[in-house]
Every structure is written in structure tokens, then in C-alpha cells.
């Protein structure tokens, strides 16, 4: 069985956009494995946010793994441009286009850890035939487009996934409305990596970083009893 461990993954979409650079560097030192930037096109979803220049430059001020989610269609031309940038891992929507095994594995390809999304409204069923193509598979529990949505349960979406990857090196991300009273459930259905926007910002700023600490303990505290051993 492949290892277990939470990792979690604030959401910067969530932070202050005047501040980025001391933003990214707060939640690092407050104890962030990953750290995730939302991609949205305008087009995809409806929403605008972040292009190649600003994950660049984002990229000077992350030491953990960047993990940029791509909300965008197509994906396919801008797969060098997000590896140039520096993502570590760079996921696209099944639902952005007609050959993401072609885009799962130009993203490989262009030496960046390949991740798939599922929207709410696609079964798990749909990532079979794209595990052993994939590193990652990103469970949305929102339809994306904004942060602070509510959270949509998929739990059984996830436990579906996990028994199909099996004994596969392919972690499992959920991103939407993760909060430390959800985490446990989605740990215990199979998630490796947990998104949180403003579960992780509250209350807390670059300048007074403590909270974001507390914020993000709460939340691999809250995972990581669901996987104890009884």
C-alpha cells in the first residue's frame, strides 16, 4: 500500500493578492505541505485569476511543492507555458477536453506530476481508464469557479477512486469547502491531499501568521485520527 500521509494544501486564492510573496512564505512557516493556485480562464469557469506570469512569479517564493490546478479549456497549449513557470504539479479538468490521456501525458512529458480533476457532476468511474497515466486525481467538492462555496459530500466518489487506484502511486486531492469538520471523512474515504482556502486564511494575516498555524494543525489533526489504528 502506498503511504498515507495528509498533506495540506493551501488554497492562495484565498490570501491577500496585494501580498502574495509574504502570503506563500507565512503559510509555508506555519506548516503547509503544498501550496495551491487556482488557474481559472473566464471561459471554463467563471472566473478570472491567475496566467503563467503571475504562477512565475509566485514560484520565487514557494519551497514546498507548487501545485497549480488548471480551470481552464483548452489546456493543452498552455501546458509549457505552467512548466515553465515552475508547477510541480499541473492538474487538468476531464471535462476541458476530448483527449486528456493526451493531456495527461504531455504534462508528464513536459516533467511535471500529472493531475486529473473530476467536477461534482462526473463519476469516478470516468478516471479508470486514466490511472496509470496520472499521478494525482482532484475530487471537486464544489463546481469550480470561486472560493468559499459550500461543500458537497463525495464521499462515496472517493472511496470508489481509492479502490479502483488500489496499489497504484496515485494520491488523491479533494478542493472545495474542506473544513476540520469534513477532514476526518474525506481522510477515511481516501483522500492523500486536502485544498483549503478559507478554512486556512481565517482569521489570521502575512503579518499575524499564527492563525493560519492553528488553522492548518486543526486540519491534520482532524485527518490524521481518521487514519489511526484503532
Known sequence: MMDRQIRIAPSILSA?????????????DQGADWVHVDVMDG??????????????????????VMDVHLMIAPVD???AAYAEAGA???????EAGPHVHRTLQAISAAGMKAGLALNPGTPAEAAAPLLDV?????????????????FLDMTPK?????????????????DGGVDPANAARLAAAGADVLVAGSAVFRGGSAEAPAAYGRNIRALREAAAGALAPA
Open 88 to 94: 510541480d504539479v499541473l492538474t487538468a479538468h476531464l
Open 16 to 28: 491577500d493578492f496585494a501580498d502574495f510573496g509574504r502570503e506563500i512564505r507565512a503559510i509555508e
Open 134 to 150: 496520472a499521478d494525482m486525481v482532484c475530487v471537486m467538492t464544489v463546481n469550480p469557479g470561486f472560493g468559499g462555496q459550500g
Open 43 to 64: 471561459h471554463f469557469v467563471p472566473n478570472l485569476t491567475f496566467g503563467p506570469q503571475a504562477v512565475k512569479a509566485f514560484r520565487r517564493h514557494v519551497t514546498t
Open 158 to 174: 472517493l472511496r470508489a477512486l481509492r479502490a479502483m487506484i488500489g496499489d497504484r502511486p496515485v494520491l488523491i486531492e479533494v
Open 77 to 79: 497549449p498552455w501546458i
